[in-house]
């Protein structure tokens, strides 16, 4: 059971928009930065969104992050068949000191 | 172009030692802004942090994995170790290796990662 809690999938039509949310506490989500991971099919995840809003080189700004509180959110906007992957956040837990990761949601592009 | 690359074994008996190893190229493990982890996937399901290093050898451990996980580090060879000691069938996995920046000793994400490799256990 993660200490990071969020909605186990979402879905749109291509072209809309999507937020995938992920809840914590402020020893984890509250006082440490956040990350977004996407994860394809059958592939490694991929750094999408770190320090809670910013993208690595090459990643389209139809992907954003924010951070309120102790919780983050994930938006991604135009959604394409491409997708269509799971998607985790992650962060530091101060408490536990260790790294730990939602249980990931799937985005399903109607 | 960093890179990383896991080599192991890819079965494992129940009650042995899973042992696998990370290799760095194009950058230096050595780095001072850099832990370098282990990150597993079990069939289906979602990820798990099960530990970082520095190059120093400080070490972040998963609670739930401490006692069985020993990562080392040897900067010679750019390369990171993961030892998991009395495995049983819930260890298989795909481990991916992973480098994950550092501030004031938190770590804040994975940035980059291994392709995975596929670990099972089973008699």
């Known amino acids: 059971q993660s200490v990071l809690t969020r909605p186990p999938s979402v879905s749109a039509a291509p072209g809309q928009k999507v937020t995938i949310s992920c809840s914590g506490s402020?020893?984890?989500?509250?006082?440490?930065?956040v990350s977004w991971y996407q994860q394809l099919p059958g592939t490694a995840p991929k750094l999408l969104i770190y320090?809670?809003?910013k993208r690595p080189s090459g990643i389209p700004d139809r992907f954003s992050g924010s951070k309120s509180g102790t919780s983050a959110t994930l938006g991604i906007t135009g959604l394409q068949t491409g997708d269509e992957a799971d998607y985790y956040c992650g962060t530091w837990d101060s408490s536990l000191s260790a790294y730990v990761f939602g249980a990931g949601t799937k985005v399903t592009v109607l | 172009q960093l890179q990383l690359q896991e080599s192991g074994p890819g079965l494992v008996k129940p009650s042995e030692t899973l042992s696998l190893t990370c290799t760095v190229s194009?950058?230096?493990?050595?780095?001072?802004?850099?832990?370098w982890g282990w990150i597993r996937q079990p069939p289906g399901k979602g990820l798990e942090w099960i530990g970082s290093i520095y190059y120093s050898g400080s070490t972040y451990y998963n609670p739930s994995l401490k006692s069985r996980v020993t990562i080392s580090v040897d900067t010679s060879k750019n390369q990171f170790s993961l030892k998991l000691s009395s495995v049983i069938v819930a260890d298989t996995a795909v481990y991916y290796c992973?480098?994950?920046?550092?501030?004031?000793?938190?770590?804040?994400?994975?940035?980059?990662w291994g392709q995975g490799t596929l670990v099972t256990v089973s008699s």
């Open positions: 194009g950058g230096s493990i050595s780095s001072s802004s850099y832990y």
């Open positions: 992973a480098r994950l920046p550092r501030v004031f000793g938190v770590l804040k994400s994975s940035d980059y």
């Open positions: 402020s020893s984890n989500i509250g006082n440490n930065y």
């Open positions: 320090d809670n809003n």
